[in-house]
Nanobody
Framework: QVQLVESGGGLVQAGGSLRLSCTASGRFFSINTMGWYRQAPGKQRELVASITSSGSANYADSVKGRFTVSRDNAKNTVYLQMNSLEPDDTAVYYC??????????????WGQGTQVTVSS
């Protein structure tokens, strides 16, 4: 069974930094795109950043220049370095990964979510 386990959330003051990590475990063939989404109270879940297996990254306009997504394929782990955090970044952050459990069978998986709170 495939699982995504996140860590690194917490409370930080505006202007501060946090680093989120998400590691995939279980039996699978390969991991394709990995990424981070967030959901603030009363809002829809939105894409924050994603990265392909070859390292091509994509960011939401609201985080460009402040957040950096990276991955360590050997460790099946994706990271989100968040700098210059703002109160509007407060949300539950979810890891997402497209994982091939067989060579021709891919599913999307979600982590349990980690709370990020930025105080003003």
């Amino acid at each position: 069974q495939v699982q995504l386990v996140e860590s690194g959330g917490g409370l930080v003051q505006a202007g501060g930094s946090l680093r989120l990590s998400c590691t995939a475990s279980g039996r699978f063939f390969s991991i394709n795109t990995m990424g981070w989404y967030r959901q603030a109270p009363g809002k829809q879940r939105e894409l924050v950043a994603s990265i392909t297996s070859s390292g091509s990254a994509n960011y939401a306009d609201s985080v460009k220049g402040r957040f950096t997504v990276s991955r360590d394929n050997a460790k099946n782990t994706v990271y989100l370095q968040m700098n210059s955090l703002e109160p509007d970044d407060t949300a539950v952050y979810y890891c997402n990964a497209h994982i091939a459990v067989q060579t021709t069978l891919t599913f999307g998986y979600w982590g349990q979510g980690t709370q990020v709170t930025v105080s003003s």
